[in-house]
């Protein structure tokens, strides 16, 4: 029973963890490079994807998302090379993230490609203050800090 406890412990962790708000991707099927970098010159030639979505038309400050990707086979490296632009606002907060990707693919005979991959991106994420209002008008500082709005992180992702 005492064995059952810490992996029981580390399982629901992580679910409590995840609280991050992941992009809405419709239509997935057709950009499949947007969420996997192992994806980079699979189709054999270069590939330029741009997607625009906005939720809820008729209303002020509707989430709205903007993607670009481009890849394209890298046969001297021995795969695919690829770059993603994306834009994303949700009334106040706006995220925007660049990243790059490369993947190595093994071809496996008459079985198929094995194409693994990897992507470095950069994410910068914004709070516009203005924007958000208070029933005392009064803000954290920790939160809306006029001094700096923008924080940047580094991100590492695989496929």
């Known amino acids: ?11 629901l962790t992580s679910f409590l963890s995840f609280g991050q708000q ?3 991707y419709s239509l997935y099927m057709w950009n499949p ?3 996997n ?10 590939v330029l994807q741009g997607v625009f979505r906005k939720q809820w038309v008729n209303l002020p400050q509707s989430p709205t998302s903007q993607i670009f990707n481009a890849h394209m086979p890298a046969y001297l490296l021995g795969g695919g090379a690829g770059f993603q632009v994306e834009n994303e606002t949700m009334g106040a907060w706006q995220q925007t993230t660049f990243s790059l990707a490369y993947d190595y693919q093994l071809t496996l005979g008459r079985v198929g490609v094995l194409s693994l991959g990897l992507s470095a991106a950069l ?3 914004r709070l516009d203050g203005s ?5 005392d008008g009064q803000y954290d500082p920790d939160v809306l800090n006029p001094a700096n709005p923008d924080h940047l992180d580094p991100l590492l992702l695989n496929g």
């Open 131 to 135: 924007a958000i209002r208070t029933p």
């Open 33 to 35: 490079f947007a969420f």
């Open 22 to 24: 992941p992009t809405q």
């Open 37 to 46: 970098p192992a994806y980079a010159g699979l189709d054999n030639s270069l």
């Open 123 to 125: 994410v910068q994420r």
């Open 1 to 11: 029973m005492k064995r059952l406890y810490l992996p029981l412990i580390f399982g």
